[in-house]
Nanobody
Framework: QVQLVESGGGLVQAGGSLRLSCAAS????????MGWYRQAPGKQRELVAT???????NYADSMKGRFTISRDNAKKTVYLQMNSLKPEDTAVYYC?????????????WGQGTQVTVSS
């Protein structure tokens, strides 16, 4: 059984920084793209950033220059460094990953971690 467990969320003042981590565990043969999404109250879940196995990244426009996604393939972990945080970044942040744990790849989601940015 595959699990993604996020950590690192919390309360921070505007302009501050947080680093989120998401570790995959269980029966894993390989991991393809990993990513971060977020969902604010009353809004749809939206893309934050993704990163391929080779390190190619993709960011939502509003996060470019402030957020950095990275991964440690040996640790099966993806990170999200968030700088210059704004109140509008307040949301539950979810990691996901395309993982082959048997015959084929499928997407897995973490349980989410709350990020609250105060003004």
């Amino acid at each position: 059984q595959v699990q993604l467990v996020e950590s690192g969320g919390g309360l921070v003042q505007a302009g501050g920084s947080l680093r989120l981590s998401c570790a995959a565990s269980g029966t894993i043969f390989s991991i393809d793209t990993m990513g971060w999404y977020r969902q604010a109250p009353g809004k749809q879940r939206e893309l934050v950033a993704t990163i391929t196995t080779g390190g190619s990244t993709n960011y939502a426009d509003s996060m470019k220059g402030r957020f950095t996604i990275s991964r440690d393939n040996a640790k099966k972990t993806v990170y999200l460094q968030m700088n210059s945080l704004k109140p509008e970044d307040t949301a539950v942040y979810y990691c996901n990953a395309f993982i082959n744990s048997g015959a084929t790849f499928r997407v897995y989601w973490g349980q989410g971690t709350q990020v609250t940015v105060s003004s």
